[in-house]
């Protein structure tokens, strides 16, 4: 599982991540977290490392959330009238 080795190491390090997983894997960042995301919600992965696992959970629920919020943010703003 060099995907999880990876986030494991990467969470001490600072830089620009999407170069760092394209010299480390060759696949763009949009496919790894692809793949990531699907790892993460597997029991095996689970069981490797149930501390990383749950924390790279977390911050993903993190992520969709706030995406949410912006969106319907701007959904709501869009449907005001401008003359109000």
């Known amino acids: ?3 999880l ?12 991540k999407d ?3 394209r010299a480390e894997f060759s ?3 949009a496919r790894y ?3 990531l995301f699907a790892l993460i919600d597997s029991p095996v ?11 790279l959970q977390r911050l993903r629920d993190a992520r969709t959330r706030a995406r949410a919020a912006r969106t319907f ?3 709501m703003i869009s449907d005001q009238d401008p003359t109000e």
């Open 1 to 3: 599982m060099r995907v």
């Open 5 to 16: 080795d990876f986030e494991r190491e990467w969470a001490d390090r600072v830089g620009a």
């Open 19 to 21: 170069a760092a997983i």
């Open 27 to 29: 696949i763009p960042a």
């Open 33 to 35: 977290y692809q793949m």
């Open 45 to 55: 992965a689970l069981r490797s490392d149930p501390l990383l696992i749950r924390r």
């Open 73 to 75: 943010r701007t959904d």
